[in-house]
C-alpha cells in the first residue's frame, strides 16, 4: 500500500567517526501516513540500495519504544516534533506533504558519532557500571512482600526507572548534560529502602563517572525533560542534587 | 551422539533440591581460572553473566545491540509469574506445574517444569532486592493480576513494562560486576561460529560490528542465552535484531533442535495496516483482564463498534470457553479469532481484526470509584469518565502506544486486535542441566526448547529466562565445571580457532561478492509470506510440503541474487541481516519439516487434519509424546526423539470451557 505524500530529506552522512561528514538530500514520493518514521527510512534504504548506493545506518531495534535504541534528531528535536514517544513512533501521519525532514544523529561529545546516525552511548553503561545497582548477590533476598514499600514510593520509582536510556535528554540539553539520565537512577534507588544503604557511594560514583565521560553540565534549562520520550520529571534533578550535596557533606564529616 | 534427558531419580517435589545439594562444586581459586562465554544480554544472559560472575567465574557477555539493557526482554508487557499464593486464592508451586504443563498441550518436561514452579517465588524476592519497582497495593505490599490459563492472580507486574523492569535489574546486576572486572562485556558483537575442540565447546568467533574485525574468544563453557527466531516470520513482535544466526550456527556444529515448529501466535496484536510494515506490535495479555473480545453477529458488518447493539455483539470467547472466557491460553484464543475472520465476521478496513472493548470494565470501575467517592447517583457519563481514570492507572502506556500506531483512541473505540507471531517455544535442545547435546554448550531462556512445551503461558517468559540465568545454570554448570579445573585456557592460535574464523570470513565475504538484485529484505519477506500462509496458525500436508519446496527455491534465489552493499570491513547492517536471513531460511525449513513430521495437534502447533469435532486441537499422545530433536546434517536432518513420561500428571484432552 503506498501514500500520497511526498517529501524531502535532509540526512545526515558520515563513513565513520574521522569522516567529517554532510548531509545528503533524498526525495521520497509515495509515502503512506500510515508508515513510521523508520519504516520511511526501510523505503529510503531500500531505494538506495536497489540504485548502488550505500544505505543510511541509524540505530533501532524493538520498534515500540522501549529499547531506547533508536536516535535521531528530527528537525532540530531528539525523536521528532511529538512529544512523549520515541523515534519509531513516530508515524508520518505527524507531518505534511511537501515537507523537509532534517534527520541529524545525536550530538554531544560523550557519543561520538559511528557512523551516519548511529553514536556510541557506552558512556551510558559505564556510568551505571560506577553505581546505577544494588549490591545484592543472588540468593541473598528476603521475601518480597517482608519489605512492604507505600504505593506512592512504588509509583515513583517505578516513574524515574522508567527511562529507556536513549540519550535524548543529553542530545536536547545546549550542554549536553546527563543529568537527566543519571538522576532518574538515582532517584528511583534511594526512594527505595533497598536502594538506601548505599545511597551515598551511589551517587558520588555516579556523578563522577559523569563528569570523567565528558558529559556537560546542568544549567537548569528543563529541555531534556521537555524532549523525555518517557517524559522523566525534571524533580529527579533536584533529587540528585540534594543527594549529592548530603553525600558531600557527609564526606566531609568523615 | 545419544539423548539423555539426564533427569534425577526420586520422586517430583524433591528431585531438584536433592540434586542441587549433591552436584560437584567448584572451589573459588579453580573458579577464578574458569572462563564462560555467555552469549546474549537478555533476562536469561545478564542473569546468568551476572549471578557466575558474582560466584567467582570469569565471564566475558556479548551481545548484538550497543547495550546488554537494550534486549528484547526489554520489551515484555505484561508481567512474571510466580508461585507466591500472597492473594490466598489456593495457588501453590503444583498449581503452576499443573497450569504449565497443561497449558503447554502435555509437552514438556514434568522435571524441568516442577522445577520452574519450584523456583519461581526466590526470582521476585531478588528482583524486589534489586530494586525493581513492582507494582503495590496501598498497603505496601506486592500487587498481583491474572492472565490466561489460570484461574488464580499469580503475576507481577511494572504497569505494562515488566519485561523493561527486570531487565533493567538483571543488567544492573550486570554493570556492577563489569563495573568490578569480572565480567568482560563485547557490545555491537556477534557471534558467528562456535569453536569446538576434541568434541567440547571451546569458544567462539564474534564480529566486531563497528570495525568488521573478526575475534576469537576462549571459554571452558559457552551458554547460549540467544533468544528466540519469531522473526523466521519477517512480521513479529520481535526485536528488529532478534534472530537465530548464533543458535543455527551451533545447531550446524552438531546441537540438536528442539521442537522448531512449536510457534506462539499471540492474540492480541495491532493488525497489519499495509505492505510497508516492519513489524507488528503487542497489546498485552494483561488485557484481556480487563477488556471483552467481541466480533459483530453479521457476516460483513459494516457499522461502527459504537453502532452495534449489545445483543448484536458475540462475545465468541465467553460462549464457546464459559469456564475460562477471555483468559483462555493464547492458542486456543487466537484460533478462535482467525476462525471468527475467516468466516467473515471480522472488523476494520482489513476484516483481519476482532474488537478488545473495555467500555465493560471501565463502566464497572466508574461505578467502584463512584461510591468508593460517595458520589450519589452518578450519571453514566461520570461513571465512564471514573472507570477511564482506573483503567488509564492500570494500562496507560499500552492504550497511548495502540493510539500512536493506529491515529485511534482506545479509551473512545474499542481496539482492533489479531494474532500475531511472538515467541518460539522450540529451541535448542538440552537437557535437565540446561546443557545442549555438545559437551560444554549450554543453552538458557528462550532459546532452549525445554520448559512450554507446545504452548507458554502468558507471564512464563519472564519467569523462565530468569529461573535459568539466576538459579539453575548456577548450580548445573558446576556438573561440567567441576571436570574442567585442569584444562587451562586453550590459546586462540588453536587451529580450530584458525579455521572457524576462515569460514566466516569467507562466508562474510560470498554475500558481498553476489553482487545481485534483491535486496536482504526482498527475501526475508517472501520467506515471512510463506510461513505465515503454510507454517502459522494453520498447517496442513500438502501446504507444508509446498512451502519445504518454496523455501529450497528462495534459498537458491537468495544465493545468486542478493545484494549487499558496503565491505565486510565496516558497520555494515546490511551484512548483518544478511546472514541472519539466510539462516532463517535454513531454519524455516526445517520447521516445516517438523511440522509435517508431527501428525497431530497441540498447543500452538494445529494441523488441520487433527481436530476435533468442535475445532479443537486434538492430540495423538500414543503416537506423538516426544520431543522432536532434530540432527543437522549436510544433506538432511535426522530426528531423535526424547520421549515424554508423564508421572505426576494425568493428561487429558485440554478443556477450557
Given at each position: 500500500?503506498?501514500?500520497?505524500?511526498?517529501?524531502?530529506?535532509?540526512?545526515?552522512?558520515?563513513?565513520?567517526?574521522?569522516?567529517?561528514?554532510?548531509?545528503?538530500?533524498?526525495?521520497?514520493?509515495?509515502?503512506?501516513?500510515?508508515?513510521?518514521?523508520?519504516?520511511?527510512?526501510?523505503?529510503?534504504?531500500?531505494?538506495?540500495?536497489?540504485?548502488?548506493?550505500?544505505?543510511?545506518?541509524?540505530?533501532?531495534?524493538?520498534?515500540?519504544?522501549?529499547?531506547?535504541?533508536?536516535?535521531?534528531?528530527?528537525?532540530?528535536?531528539?525523536?521528532?516534533?511529538?512529544?512523549?514517544?520515541?523515534?519509531?513512533?513516530?508515524?508520518?501521519?505527524?507531518?505534511?506533504?511537501?515537507?523537509?525532514?532534517?534527520?541529524?544523529?545525536w550530538r554531544a561529545a560523550a557519543f561520538?558519532?559511528?557512523?551516519?546516525?548511529?553514536?556510541?552511548?557506552?558512556?551510558?553503561?559505564?556510568?551505571?557500571?560506577?553505581?546505577?545497582?544494588?549490591?545484592?548477590?543472588?540468593?541473598?533476598?528476603?521475601?518480597?512482600?517482608?519489605?512492604?514499600?507505600?504505593?506512592?514510593?512504588?509509583?515513583?520509582?517505578?516513574?524515574?526507572?522508567?527511562?529507556?536510556?536513549?540519550g535524548?535528554c543529553v542530545a536536547a540539553c545546549k550542554n549536553a548534560s546527563a543529568m537527566?539520565?543519571?538522576?532518574?537512577?538515582?532517584?528511583?534507588?534511594?526512594?527505595?529502602?533497598?536502594?538506601?544503604?548505599?545511597?551515598?557511594?551511589?551517587?558520588?560514583?555516579?556523578?563522577?563517572?559523569?563528569?570523567?565521560e565528558g558529559f556537560g553540565a546542568c544549567?537548569?534549562?528543563?529541555?531534556c525533560?521537555?524532549?523525555?520520550?518517557?517524559?522523566?520529571?525534571?524533580?529527579?534533578?533536584?533529587?540528585?542534587?540534594?543527594?549529592?550535596?548530603?553525600?558531600?557533606?557527609?564526606?566531609?564529616?568523615? | 551422539?545419544?539423548?539423555?534427558?539426564?533427569?534425577?531419580?526420586?520422586?517430583?517435589?524433591?528431585?531438584?533440591?536433592?540434586?542441587?545439594?549433591?552436584?560437584?562444586?567448584?572451589?573459588?581459586?579453580?573458579?577464578?581460572?574458569?572462563?564462560?562465554?555467555?552469549?546474549?544480554?537478555?533476562?536469561?544472559?545478564?542473569?546468568?553473566?551476572?549471578?557466575?560472575?558474582?560466584?567467582?567465574?570469569?565471564?566475558?557477555?556479548?551481545?548484538?545491540?550497543?547495550?546488554?539493557?537494550?534486549?528484547?526482554?526489554?520489551?515484555?508487557?505484561?508481567?512474571?509469574?510466580?508461585?507466591?499464593?500472597?492473594?490466598?486464592?489456593?495457588?501453590?508451586?503444583?498449581?503452576?506445574?499443573?497450569?504449565?504443563?497443561?497449558?503447554?498441550?502435555?509437552?514438556?518436561?514434568?522435571?524441568?517444569?516442577?522445577?520452574?514452579?519450584?523456583?519461581?517465588?526466590?526470582?521476585?524476592?531478588?528482583?524486589?532486592?534489586?530494586?525493581?519497582?513492582?507494582?503495590?497495593?496501598?498497603?505496601?505490599?506486592?500487587?498481583?493480576?491474572?492472565?490466561?490459563?489460570?484461574?488464580?492472580?499469580?503475576?507481577?507486574?511494572?504497569?505494562?513494562?515488566?519485561?523493561?523492569?527486570?531487565?533493567?535489574?538483571?543488567?544492573?546486576?550486570?554493570?556492577?560486576?563489569?563495573?568490578?572486572?569480572?565480567?568482560?562485556?563485547?557490545?555491537?558483537?556477534?557471534?558467528?561460529?562456535?569453536?569446538?575442540?576434541?568434541?567440547?565447546?571451546?569458544?567462539?568467533?564474534?564480529?566486531?560490528?563497528?570495525?568488521?574485525?573478526?575475534?576469537?574468544?576462549?571459554?571452558?563453557?559457552?551458554?547460549?542465552?540467544?533468544?528466540?527466531?519469531?522473526?523466521?516470520?519477517?512480521?513479529?513482535?520481535?526485536?528488529?535484531?532478534?534472530?537465530?544466526?548464533?543458535?543455527?550456527?551451533?545447531?550446524?556444529?552438531?546441537?540438536?533442535?528442539?521442537?522448531?515448529?512449536?510457534?506462539?501466535?499471540?492474540?492480541?496484536?495491532?493488525?497489519?495496516?499495509?505492505?510497508?510494515?516492519?513489524?507488528?506490535?503487542?497489546?498485552?495479555?494483561?488485557?484481556?483482564?480487563?477488556?471483552?473480545?467481541?466480533?459483530?453477529?453479521?457476516?460483513?458488518?459494516?457499522?461502527?463498534?459504537?453502532?452495534?447493539?449489545?445483543?448484536?455483539?458475540?462475545?465468541?470467547?465467553?460462549?464457546?470457553?464459559?469456564?475460562?472466557?477471555?483468559?483462555?491460553?493464547?492458542?486456543?484464543?487466537?484460533?478462535?479469532?482467525?476462525?471468527?475472520?475467516?468466516?467473515?465476521?471480522?472488523?476494520?478496513?482489513?476484516?483481519?481484526?476482532?474488537?478488545?472493548?473495555?467500555?465493560?470494565?471501565?463502566?464497572?470501575?466508574?461505578?467502584?470509584?463512584?461510591?468508593?467517592?460517595?458520589?450519589?447517583?452518578?450519571?453514566?457519563?461520570?461513571?465512564?469518565?471514573?472507570?477511564?481514570?482506573?483503567?488509564?492507572?492500570?494500562?496507560?502506556?499500552?492504550?497511548?502506544?495502540?493510539?500512536?500506531?493506529?491515529?485511534?483512541?482506545?479509551?473512545?473505540?474499542?481496539?482492533?486486535?489479531?494474532?500475531?507471531?511472538?515467541?518460539?517455544?522450540?529451541?535448542?535442545?538440552?537437557?535437565?542441566?540446561?546443557?545442549?547435546?555438545?559437551?560444554?554448550?549450554?543453552?538458557?531462556?528462550?532459546?532452549?526448547?525445554?520448559?512450554?512445551?507446545?504452548?507458554?503461558?502468558?507471564?512464563?517468559?519472564?519467569?523462565?529466562?530468569?529461573?535459568?540465568?539466576?538459579?539453575?545454570?548456577?548450580?548445573?554448570?558446576?556438573?561440567?565445571?567441576?571436570?574442567?579445573?585442569?584444562?587451562?585456557?586453550?590459546?586462540?592460535?588453536?587451529?580450530?580457532?584458525?579455521?572457524?574464523?576462515?569460514?566466516?570470513?569467507?562466508?562474510?565475504?560470498?554475500?558481498?561478492?553476489?553482487?545481485?538484485?534483491?535486496?536482504?529484505?526482498?527475501?526475508?519477506?517472501?520467506?515471512?509470506?510463506?510461513?505465515?500462509?503454510?507454517?502459522?496458525?494453520?498447517?496442513?500436508?500438502?501446504?507444508?510440503?509446498?512451502?519445504?519446496?518454496?523455501?529450497?527455491?528462495?534459498?537458491?534465489?537468495?544465493?545468486?541474487?542478493?545484494?549487499?552493499?558496503?565491505?565486510?570491513?565496516?558497520?555494515?547492517?546490511?551484512?548483518?541481516?544478511?546472514?541472519?536471513?539466510?539462516?532463517?531460511?535454513?531454519?524455516?525449513?526445517?520447521?516445516?519439516?517438523?511440522?509435517?513430521?508431527?501428525?497431530?495437534?497441540?498447543?500452538?502447533?494445529?494441523?488441520?487434519?487433527?481436530?476435533?469435532?468442535?475445532?479443537?486441537?486434538?492430540?495423538?499422545?500414543?503416537?506423538?509424546?516426544?520431543?522432536?530433536?532434530?540432527?543437522?546434517?549436510?544433506?538432511?536432518?535426522?530426528?531423535?526423539?526424547?520421549?515424554?513420561?508423564?508421572?505426576?500428571?494425568?493428561?487429558?484432552?485440554?478443556?477450557?470451557?
Open positions: 500500500m503506498s501514500g500520497n505524500m511526498n517529501l524531502t530529506l535532509k540526512v545526515w552522512r558520515q563513513k565513520n567517526s574521522s569522516d567529517k561528514g554532510r548531509f545528503e538530500t533524498y526525495k521520497m514520493q509515495d509515502i503512506s501516513p500510515d508508515m513510521s518514521f523508520l519504516e520511511m527510512f526501510d523505503v529510503l534504504n531500500e531505494q538506495l540500495i536497489n540504485t548502488g548506493e550505500e544505505p543510511v545506518v541509524f540505530d533501532h531495534d524493538c520498534r515500540e519504544g522501549i529499547c531506547g535504541m533508536c536516535s535521531m534528531y528530527i528537525n532540530g528535536r531528539p525523536h521528532g516534533p511529538k512529544d512523549a514517544i520515541t523515534t519509531c513512533q513516530l508515524h508520518m501521519r505527524s507531518f505534511k506533504d511537501g515537507d523537509i525532514i532534517v534527520v541529524e544523529p561520538p558519532v559511528l557512523k551516519d546516525l548511529a553514536v556510541d552511548r557506552s558512556a551510558f553503561d559505564r556510568i551505571i557500571a560506577a553505581g546505577g545497582f544494588v549490591s545484592v548477590n543472588t540468593g541473598n533476598a528476603q521475601d518480597g512482600n517482608n519489605l512492604p514499600i507505600s504505593k506512592v514510593d512504588a509509583d515513583e520509582a517505578f516513574a524515574s526507572a522508567a527511562c529507556i536510556g536513549c535524548a537527566l539520565f543519571v538522576s532518574a537512577k538515582v532517584n528511583q534507588l534511594s526512594i527505595l529502602p533497598q536502594g538506601k544503604p548505599e545511597r551515598m557511594q551511589r551517587v558520588r560514583a555516579m556523578v563522577a563517572q559523569m563528569d570523567k544549567t537548569n534549562t528543563g529541555a525533560s521537555a524532549e523525555c520520550p518517557k517524559e522523566i520529571s525534571l524533580s529527579n534533578i533536584a533529587a540528585l542534587n540534594r543527594e549529592f550535596l548530603m553525600a558531600n557533606l557527609i564526606d566531609q564529616e568523615g | 551422539m545419544s539423548i539423555n534427558s539426564n533427569i534425577p531419580e526420586g520422586p517430583l517435589e524433591t528431585k531438584w533440591t536433592k540434586y542441587k545439594s549433591t552436584i560437584p562444586l567448584v572451589n573459588p581459586s579453580n573458579k577464578r581460572n574458569l572462563e564462560v562465554l555467555v552469549i546474549g544480554s537478555g533476562l536469561a544472559g545478564s542473569s546468568a553473566a551476572a549471578t557466575l560472575a558474582e560466584m567467582g567465574y570469569k565471564v566475558k557477555c556479548f551481545c548484538f545491540q550497543d547495550s546488554p539493557r537494550r534486549a528484547h526482554s526489554i520489551a515484555a508487557q505484561g508481567g512474571i509469574n510466580a508461585a507466591k499464593n500472597y492473594q490466598n486464592d489456593g495457588d501453590s508451586v503444583y498449581r503452576l506445574f499443573y497450569d504449565t504443563i497443561k497449558g503447554g498441550d502435555y509437552r514438556a518436561r514434568e522435571a524441568n517444569v516442577y522445577r520452574l514452579a519450584e523456583i519461581s517465588p526466590n526470582i521476585i524476592d531478588q528482583c524486589v532486592a534489586q530494586g525493581v519497582p513492582f507494582a503495590r497495593e496501598y498497603g505496601g505490599m506486592l500487587s498481583n493480576r491474572s492472565f490466561g490459563g489460570t484461574q488464580v492472580q499469580r503475576t507481577f507486574y511494572a504497569a505494562g513494562q515488566t519485561g523493561q523492569q527486570l531487565l533493567l535489574g538483571a543488567y544492573s546486576a550486570l554493570e556492577r560486576q563489569i563495573g568490578m572486572g569480572t565480567v568482560e562485556m563485547y557490545s555491537r558483537h556477534e557471534m558467528l561460529e562456535l569453536v569446538m575442540i576434541d568434541g567440547k565447546a571451546r569458544g567462539i568467533i564474534a564480529r566486531n560490528l563497528i570495525t568488521g574485525k573478526l575475534e576469537r574468544h576462549f571459554g571452558h563453557a559457552v551458554l547460549m542465552c540467544t533468544g528466540g527466531y519469531g522473526n523466521v516470520f519477517y512480521l513479529s513482535t520481535n526485536a528488529m535484531g532478534s534472530n537465530v544466526t548464533a543458535a543455527w550456527k551451533v545447531h550446524k556444529k552438531g546441537a540438536y533442535f528442539g521442537n522448531p515448529c512449536f510457534t506462539q501466535i499471540h492474540p492480541t496484536c495491532i493488525p497489519v495496516s499495509g505492505d510497508h510494515q516492519s513489524k507488528l506490535t503487542l497489546m498485552s495479555e494483561s488485557l484481556r483482564n480487563d477488556g471483552r473480545i467481541w466480533v459483530p453477529k453479521k457476516a460483513g458488518d459494516t457499522r461502527k463498534a459504537s453502532e452495534i447493539p449489545e445483543d448484536e455483539r458475540d462475545y465468541y470467547l465467553e460462549r464457546r470457553y464459559p469456564a475460562f472466557g477471555n483468559l483462555v491460553p493464547r492458542d486456543v484464543a487466537s484460533r478462535a479469532a482467525k476462525e471468527r475472520c475467516d468466516a467473515g465476521f471480522g472488523v476494520g478496513q482489513s476484516k483481519m481484526a476482532v474488537y478488545l472493548d473495555f467500555k465493560f470494565n471501565m463502566m464497572r470501575y466508574g461505578r467502584v470509584e463512584a461510591t468508593k467517592q460517595g458520589i450519589e447517583n452518578p450519571g453514566d457519563d461520570q461513571i465512564l469518565a471514573l472507570g477511564k481514570e482506573v483503567v488509564k492507572e492500570k494500562y496507560g502506556n499500552l492504550f497511548d502506544m495502540y493510539k500512536q500506531i493506529t491515529g485511534e483512541d482506545p479509551y473512545e473505540v474499542p481496539m482492533r486486535i489479531y494474532p500475531a507471531v511472538h515467541y518460539t517455544m522450540g529451541g535448542l535442545w538440552v537437557d535437565y542441566n540446561l546443557m545442549t547435546n555438545i559437551p560444554g554448550l549450554y543453552a538458557l531462556g528462550e532459546a532452549n526448547f525445554s520448559d512450554h512445551g507446545a504452548n507458554r503461558l502468558g507471564a512464563s517468559a519472564l519467569m523462565q529466562g530468569l529461573a535459568d540465568g539466576y538459579f539453575v545454570i548456577p548450580y548445573t554448570i558446576g556438573a561440567y565445571l567441576s571436570k574442567e579445573i585442569s584444562t587451562k585456557a586453550i590459546s586462540v592460535d588453536h587451529p580450530a580457532f584458525e579455521e572457524a574464523e576462515n569460514s566466516v570470513r569467507e562466508k562474510l565475504g560470498k554475500f558481498i561478492s553476489i553482487k545481485g538484485s534483491k535486496s536482504v529484505d526482498h527475501f526475508h519477506k517472501k520467506l515471512g509470506k510463506i510461513m505465515w500462509d503454510k507454517c502459522g496458525m494453520a498447517r496442513n500436508e500438502a501446504g507444508l510440503k509446498e512451502a519445504i519446496e518454496e523455501i529450497k527455491a528462495l534459498r537458491t534465489e537468495f544465493w545468486q541474487d542478493v545484494r549487499v552493499p558496503g565491505s565486510i570491513d565496516e558497520l555494515n547492517p546490511e551484512l548483518e541481516k544478511a546472514g541472519r536471513v539466510a539462516d532463517f531460511i535454513e531454519l524455516g525449513e526445517l520447521m516445516c519439516m517438523d511440522a509435517l513430521d508431527r501428525n497431530e495437534s497441540c498447543g500452538g502447533h494445529f494441523r488441520e487434519e487433527f481436530q476435533t469435532e468442535e475445532g479443537e486441537a486434538l492430540r495423538d499422545d500414543n503416537a506423538f509424546s516426544y520431543v522432536s530433536a532434530w540432527q543437522y546434517g549436510e544433506n538432511n536432518w535426522t530426528l531423535h526423539k526424547e520421549e515424554l513420561k508423564f508421572e505426576n500428571i494425568k493428561i487429558a484432552q485440554r478443556s477450557y470451557k
